[in-house]
């Protein structure tokens, strides 16, 4: 049966899509200029933002004017670009807040770490695609993580170490969509759940035991951090019980492969590992933010301040909000980063519990129309680019939303469309531009 194209703009543009990206404008907008309001430099960044948005819809148009098959035909000049760019950052970026991440430019500030999620996107596709026939290999989840490893580890040279976990569950959905085994993905959310949990465990036990009796649990832990005999003992023991496991398994005819309890201990190991080298790196802010998550009430004043504000803030909007340019812990200053990383607060203090889900709506309205963008793709490297950018919106939106409430740790994620940041404005758009112009290519026809 042929398939009915639409003639004419209608059936070149998702309209549901456009509502929800230009609603989520709107309410960024209105937002950022209550949150900002009290700001001595208030009406720098009010022309900053509207420059951004200027810059961002040309982005947009650009993304849905070029076709997206052409970024696959020249994965590996983006990759070599977003590298030179990520490299060059480093040696003569500007220093803001103790990253260097920026290009100061005559009239702009660029964030060179922000386009790499995005061409990353692009490069692991069109790899991606290439392998379509090698998909259950382990090797192509191996290879995977070597294209992204190096911006990665640029990125956290700056260091941004934000940015650098975002890529994960992007590469993760990647895989996933594109047909990877499940238990390789499995093994690689195993590894990265135990390698982010670790320096929370360490945190925790320095919080609640800062003397632990020795012998103890917590004691035990706190040795296994210092790279010792624990960390060898947890290593050797984790291997035991795995051999027990798989004896038993043999004992009881259960039909287990034998690599499943050899994976078990590696993925452990190489966790621990990674997780202990993090927590050794970690900066004194981000190990203040990890206080703030595993134990708020030891310094309320102190790590935990932005989120218990934030919390106080989106708790007193009630169900209507207390009214645009009116909430009290934004107004007054109580509530740090209120336009850029907790602006998520201010929409549930002056828009209350409708705003702040009518904004989650708009977020899940968009999500929901770039998998189905993906669907209909034309060819299996638009169906993968779509599937990278939905991870990526839905990854900042569950860590933006969660850390403002306090249910998952501080990070410097900004939440798209919404946050103050022209970078992150500009190159947002350019993604969103790019799944117009999936759709409006989705027939060979167009």
């Given at each position: 049966m042929?398939?009915?194209?639409?003639?004419?703009?209608?059936?070149?543009?998702?309209?549901?899509?456009?509502?929800?990206?230009?609603?989520?404008?709107?309410?960024?907008?209105?937002?950022?200029?209550?949150?900002?309001?009290?700001?001595?430099y208030?009406?720098?960044?009010?022309?900053?933002?509207?420059a951004?948005?200027?810059?961002?819809?040309?982005?947009?148009?650009?993304?849905?004017?070029?076709?997206?098959?052409?970024?696959?035909?020249?994965?590996?000049?983006?990759?070599?670009?977003?590298?030179?760019?990520?490299?060059?950052?480093?040696?003569?970026?500007?220093?803001?807040?103790?990253?260097?991440?920026?290009?100061d430019?005559?009239?702009?500030?660029?964030?060179?770490?922000?386009?790499?999620?995005?061409?990353?996107?692009?490069?692991?596709?069109?790899?991606?695609?290439s392998?379509?026939?090698?998909?259950?290999?382990?090797?192509?989840?191996?290879?995977?993580?070597?294209?992204?490893?190096?911006?990665?580890?640029?990125?956290?040279?700056?260091?941004?170490?934000?940015?650098?976990?975002?890529?994960?569950p992007?590469?993760?959905?990647?895989?996933?969509?594109?047909?990877?085994?499940?238990?390789?993905?499995?093994?690689?959310?195993?590894?990265?759940?135990?390698?982010?949990?670790?320096?929370?465990?360490?945190?925790?036990?320095?919080?609640?035991?800062?003397?632990?009796?020795?012998?103890?649990?917590?004691?035990?832990?706190?040795?296994?951090s210092?790279?010792?005999?624990?960390?060898?003992?947890?290593?050797?023991?984790?291997?035991?019980?795995?051999?027990?496991?798989?004896?038993?398994?043999?004992?009881?005819?259960?039909?287990?492969?034998?690599?499943?309890?050899?994976?078990?201990?590696?993925?452990?190991?190489?966790?621990?590992?990674?997780?202990?080298?993090?927590?050794?790196?970690?900066?004194?802010?981000?190990?203040?933010?990890?206080?703030?998550?595993?134990?708020?009430?030891?310094?309320i004043?102190?790590?935990?301040?932005?989120?218990?504000?934030?919390?106080i803030a989106?708790?007193?909007?009630?169900l209507?909000?207390?009214?645009?340019?009116s909430?009290?812990?934004?107004?007054?200053?109580?509530?740090?980063?209120?336009?850029t990383?907790?602006i998520?607060?201010?929409?549930?203090?002056?828009?209350?519990f409708?705003?702040?889900?009518?904004l989650?709506?708009?977020?899940?309205?968009l999500?929901?129309?770039?998998?189905?963008?993906?669907?209909?793709a034309?060819?299996?490297?638009?169906?993968?680019?779509?599937?990278?950018?939905?991870?990526?919106?839905?990854?900042?939106?569950?860590?933006n939303?969660?850390m403002?409430?306090?249910?998952?740790?501080?990070?410097?994620?900004?939440l798209?469309?919404?946050?103050?940041?022209?970078?992150?404005?500009?190159?947002?758009?350019?993604?969103?531009?790019i799944?117009?112009?999936?759709?409006?290519?989705?027939?060979?026809?167009?």
């Open positions: 042929p398939v009915k194209v639409e003639a004419g703009i209608k059936g070149r543009v998702d309209w549901a899509f456009i509502l929800a990206a230009g609603g989520l404008l709107a309410m960024g907008a209105i937002a950022m200029l209550s949150a900002a309001s009290p700001l001595p208030y009406a720098q960044i009010v022309q900053r933002h509207f951004a948005l200027s810059v961002g819809i040309v982005a947009f148009l650009f993304g849905l004017g070029f076709n997206y098959q052409v970024f696959e035909d020249q994965a590996k000049a983006i990759y070599a670009l977003s590298i030179a760019a990520l490299t060059a950052v480093l040696i003569v970026g500007s220093v803001h807040k103790g990253h260097r991440s920026w290009f430019l005559p009239f702009i500030s660029f964030q060179p770490a922000e386009l790499a999620r995005i061409t990353i996107v692009l490069v692991v596709a069109a790899f991606l695609d392998r379509a026939r090698k998909m259950r290999d382990f090797s192509t989840v191996l290879l995977t993580l070597a294209i992204a490893s190096p911006v990665m580890a640029l990125i956290l040279k700056q260091p941004d170490f934000s940015t650098t976990i975002s890529f994960l992007i590469l993760l959905g990647m895989l996933f969509c594109a047909g990877a085994d499940i238990p390789h993905l499995l093994a690689l959310v195993g590894y990265g759940l135990v390698t982010g949990l670790m320096p929370l465990l360490f945190v925790y036990c320095q919080v609640r035991y800062p003397q632990p009796v020795s012998g103890s649990l917590p004691y035990f832990i706190l040795q296994t210092r790279m010792g005999v624990a960390t060898v003992v947890v290593l050797v023991v984790a291997a035991l019980l795995c051999a027990f496991a798989w004896r038993m398994s043999i004992s009881l005819r259960m039909q287990a492969r034998a690599v499943y309890f050899i994976a078990v201990p590696v993925i452990l190991a190489a966790g621990l590992v990674s997780g202990i080298l993090i927590n050794r790196q970690l900066k004194s802010y981000q190990r203040n933010r990890f206080v703030a998550y595993v134990a708020p009430q030891a310094d004043q102190g790590a935990a301040y932005h989120v218990h504000q934030s919390q989106i708790g007193s909007g009630g209507l909000g207390k009214g645009l340019f909430g009290t812990q934004g107004q007054l200053g109580f509530l740090p980063e209120r336009h990383d907790f998520y607060a201010v929409v549930g203090e002056e828009m209350g409708l705003g702040a889900m009518g989650l709506g708009l977020y899940m309205l999500i929901w129309r770039i998998v189905a963008v993906g669907r209909v034309r060819d299996r490297y638009g169906f993968l680019v779509c599937s990278g950018l939905a991870a990526m919106f839905g990854f900042e939106l569950v860590l939303v969660g403002c409430l306090g249910l998952l740790p501080v990070a410097g994620i900004p798209p469309l919404i946050s103050y940041g022209g970078s992150s404005l500009v190159i947002t758009l350019w993604s969103l531009g799944v117009a112009n999936i759709y409006s290519r989705r027939y060979a026809l167009l």
